[in-house]
């Protein structure tokens, strides 16, 4: 070109200069704007691709996870239904040990229900499994998902792009086919799924409508940037010399490619001279570094401005800085991690490369590029994080779970709640197989069930099975066995989960145990029970109500009806008409029925039942029970007949108190036995020694028809005397007839009886002596109507009654005895007491002082007797006691009692000696009361300081406590030879001070009373 420009043509080589200058400034410029346009465009879309895959790749790695371990369990609630895609999966739906509801989610029930919840909780991001034939409608694909998945078809890896919604918003779209692994089958077998088959994929939506509005300004800042540049370029090409803007226009493209090629990498790069200072800085460098414009870096130490502390804050020397180093010694560092400072004086963690630069191998510098790796490390966090918490779920979970290897099956995982269950450490365990814990037959067990997994491919599930413990126990477990695999299909591991079901086993076994116990009950018990639904008329029994019923199960028609049909005729209609009340009122009741058996016996059955209702009142289901209660009914009868025949006994015994006449007395018995005690007729007739032996009729009741009065019976030997009178005088028998009608012995006036409702009767023997003298004839009006416990008492009966007409013979002379024996008794109490108080007054007259001081204690001691309320009989012992008490004085000399100073110790202990002395006298005399006691007790003490025996409390006698108060009042209210008299006032004090410690609290209350309320004064002698 230079020879195209006249060389003498300055001005043309000028602006041929100046217009390739101007012209080369442009494309420059212009190059630039379309580099860094492509650049932020590529940059857009890597970060966008970056994100999306990496998204993509959270969620298949979920996906394989959940895959890897054939599902999840989860609670079923409202949100997480069981999956009816997956109703032909075993163990579908569990439950644990405290009841609550599990169901399995595989990878795709999992990832649909992540995906809506990412879009409930974010506007952000979308992502959606699908495939061109989903098994749920909720995972139909979109077009642009039909389009991806059938490139996918054609052999496509990838599909992204940017779609725009029909309501403007643009997405940033990514997808990746998923394929079927071998753990899919699991789930989807049955559907015709094959390893390998591309069954869909899982699209992520990024909005970028706000990025997209970001790069659009900085589009639009770049180009009036560089619109700027230009036409500075452009003004200095014009107002600069041809020199200055040839070298102008060469640096300023200098420039720009090297900011081209540094502003176009995302890395941060700067570079630094010997001195470390800062030669230059691309723009992801500034903006990294917190700066606004290049200038603040150009020429600054850089270890001193960025690298000047370590992380925990302590100065970083510079002859250790890598940058610093590869200056020095020429030598490239890598350094994975370190901190790096901003101008603010925050910091972030950074990964960067140091690079040497030299020119004829000498060093003239470094290039040093770093990249901000805190996404990167907050990524790795929470992989971190990721794994801790399913090593924590492992760990933790309320279930034993362990792994072991597919070849040798010696355990690699062991979790704490295997540790508890089995009672051994993780160390103990890892590296072991089932044969260094558990006997030969069970670790065999153990090996072949595991093998049968492995080989098998399949999930096995174990109900129950035993395990000992390291201290000997056995456990039940529900174990789950599954094996894991890789890519090849070959056995790697067994995974197993146990839960510990030996409360429940044992639970399960205790309700074995107790419904073989309420069986047997309800056996001995003869107490069955049964249900009825009113909906289907399916009725149950239990096996007692089977043996009550004496049928066979097979026989029985299980319903309301065929438990009718086992009912005695006359009580259906009955039993029928209270269960219809108790459909409509809702109530229980109980009622009393017969069953009529195959051989003719009747049994007798108490029914309780049970109505419930639904809740709009409906009787939808009806319980009860069953109880024989034919050996209590049969029981009942009996006793009612005994009770019966006991009543008319209690009211003969009754009689014979009141009545004082022979013939009243007869006929008393007579109306009693019938009126008043449910027999139908009675009569009592005398036996007559005249020529034709009859049996004379003394008194009668119930005889309507005046039978009776027409009759002769007899006690002949002859025909006339074969009837139960006859025979019961002459045998001196009970004659029972149980159906009068057919008794061909009985009298012609028995059709008389049967008329008049006597359909049994009972003939009793009266004798005295054991000589029979008449007969009490009772009838009845059922047949049969006599038991014999009812028999027995009647027999008991007229025995009394005998007696009572035996009785009332000999009353009179009775009488007359018993009227001489209270005669007889009045003269030997009159001597008595005469006795006793001629006794007293010998003893006191050995003592003038004491004189009258027994009648005085016996006085006080009765007047306290009736205050404590005591009977006439026991007041009148105290009084016999308290007038003799102290009849032991007698063997004590006279000088003692009388003696005016001070007794001696030994004179004392005579003195104390009268107790023991009087007890003795007394003992052999046999009062009716405690006389002897009263003497030998009366100085005794409550807290056990008197003598002299030194009793305590109730060990003496009620009669000697009231004595012993009686006595010490009267004694100290009296004169003394040794001493004048106190006073009752003292006296009463001295019982009121020791009440409780000395004398008895009763006794003192009572005497108080009897001074302080009564007005008793000691009589003067």
Known sequence: MKNKIPKNNKINRISFYMAGLIFAWTLAIATSVYLNLEHDKQSFYAEMHTQAKTIHMMEMGFRNWVISHGGVYVPIDEKTPPSQYLKNVPGRDISTESGKQLTLLNSSYVMRQVNELMDQNSEQLRGHITSLNPINPTNKADSWEITALQAFEDGKQEVTGIEEKADGTRYYRFMQPMLVETSCLKCHAHQGYQVGDIRGGISVSIPVDDLLTI???????????????????????????????????????????????????????????????????????????????????????????????????????????????????????????????????????????????????????????????????????????????????????????????????????????????????????????????????????FTQKDRSVIDGHKVLEIPEEPIATVDGQQKWLHTLKVGLYDEQNNPTHLLGISMDITERKLAEQQLSQSQQDLAEAQRMAHIGSWNLDLISNKLSWSNEIYRIFEMEPNQFGGSYEAFLDAIHPEDRERVEE?????????????????????????????????????????????????????????????????????????????????????????????????????????????????RGKSIRKMASAGDQDGILDNIRPSWSEDKNGEGPSGQAVRSGKTQIVNDIAQETRYPSWKAELIQNGCNSSVALPLNINQQVFGILHVYAEEVNAFTQDEVNLL??????????????????????????????????????????????RAVEARDPYTAGHQRRVASLSCAIAKRMGLDDDQIEGIHMGATIHDIGKIQVPAELLVKPTKLTAIEYMMIQ?????????????????????????????????????????????????????????????????????????????????????????????????????????????
């Open 578 to 690: 209270a269960f219809a009340n108790a459909l409509i009122d809702h109530q229980p009741y109980q009622i009393e029925h017969r069953l009529l058996m195959a051989d003719g016996r009747i049994k007798y059955i108490l029914e309780r039942v049970e109505i419930k209702c639904d809740a709009s009142g409906k009787p939808f289901y009806s319980s009860g029970t069953t109880q024989d209660i034919t050996d209590l009914k049969l029981a009942e009868i009996r006793l009612e007949h005994a009770n019966r025949a006991l009543q008319a006994l209690s009211t003969v015994n009754r009689e014979l108190v009141h009545v004082t006449e022979e013939e009243a007395l007869l006929q008393a018995i007579c109306l009693a036995i019938v009126k008043q005690r449910g027999y139908r007729m009675a009569w009592v007739g005398y036996a007559q020694y005249d």
């Open 215 to 445: 790069e659009n300004a900085k589009i639009k800042t770049l180009l009036i940037g560089h619109g700027g540049i230009w036409l500075l370029g452009i003004a200095g090409i014009f107002f600069g010399g041809r020199r200055q803007l040839q070298t102008l226009i060469s640096v300023k493209k200098s420039e720009a490619e090297v900011r081209l090629l540094t502003d176009s990498i995302a890395h941060a790069i700067y570079g630094q001279n010997l001195k470390g200072q800062c030669t230059f800085a691309n723009a992801a460098c500034v903006s990294l570094l917190g700066y606004e414009h290049e200038s603040e870096l150009l020429g600054q130490d850089m270890h001193a401005l960025i690298h000047y502390r370590r992380p925990d804050g302590s100065p970083y020397p510079e002859s250790e800085c890598p940058t610093h180093r590869s200056v020095q010694e020429g030598k490239a560092f890598h350094i994975d991690e370190e901190v790096l400072w901003r101008k603010d004086g925050t910091s972030f963690p950074a990964a960067y490369w140091s690079y040497p630069i030299k020119h004829d191998s000498k060093t003239i510098g470094a290039v040093t590029t770093f990249m901000d790796i805190t996404e990167q490390k907050h990524t790795h966090e929470e992989l971190r994080q990721s794994q801790k918490l399913l090593d924590t779920i492992v760990e933790y979970i309320p279930a034993m779970l362990f792994l072991k290897d597919a070849k040798d099956l010696r355990f690699e995982r062991f979790n704490q709640a295997g540790e508890k269950l089995l009672g051994y450490s993780q160390e103990q365990l890892i590296g072991k197989n089932d044969f260094d814990f558990f006997s030969k037959e069970q670790a065999e067990f």
């Open 795 to 840: 027999e008991e009966m007229a025995d009394d009654l005998a007696f009572g007409v035996k009785t009332l013979r000999v009353r009179s002379e009775r009488d007359k005895a018993m009227e001489q024996n209270a005669q007889h008794f009045k003269q030997m109490h009159d001597s008595l007491v005469g006795t006793v108080d001629a006794i007293a």
């Open 913 to 1021: 000696n009268h107790a023991q002395v009087g007890y003795d006298i007394l003992k052999d005399i046999h009062f009716p009361w405690p006389v002897a006691a009263i003497a030998y007790q009366h100085h005794e003490r409550i807290d056990g300081s008197g003598y002299p025996q030194g009793l305590k409390g109730d060990e003496i006698c009620l009669e000697a406590r009231i004595v012993a108060v009686a006595d010490v009042v009267e004694a100290m209210a009296s004169h003394r030879p040794y001493k004048t008299a106190l006073g009752i006032e003292v006296a009463l004090d001295e019982i009121k001070q020791n009440r409780g410690s000395l004398y008895a609290t009763d006794a003192v209350d009572a005497c108080l009373k009897v001074f302080s309320e009564d007005g008793f004064e000691f009589e003067v002698d």
